[in-house]
């Protein structure tokens, strides 16, 4: 199911002032609001995308996972384990940021739908 998709959901649970409407659901409210939440969560830090950013293997992690991941002297990338990790930190530090995730997270704080984390309120 497409992020859109789970948005719309969420909103229906949330706008529902008499939830036998809702009984043909298949999933409850807690059900979409994890599902949204697993697309935008770096699944090092298992916490919302702070500052995204897309490695050659094209899957994403927040910068500061992968500097972290960079100084540990890993190179592999935590989910497919290939080599993808830069060799440097001037080359991680111009990864290329993931515009679509850092959007998304952005857009489901401001609309409510997801709570922050400690991490995010410090950069806001």
Known sequence: MELYELIAI???FMIASDWSDLADLSFSREM???AITDQVACSLCNDFYTDARTLQCQHSFCLECVRSRYLSDSRQCPNCS???IPNSID?????VPSINLNQQVGLLIRQGLVMTSSKLE???
């Open 32 to 34: 979409a609001s994890a």
């Open 122 to 124: 410090c950069q806001l």
């Open 91 to 95: 080359e991680v530090e111009s990864l």
């Open 10 to 12: 969420f909103h229906v």
């Open 82 to 84: 290939r080599e993808t």
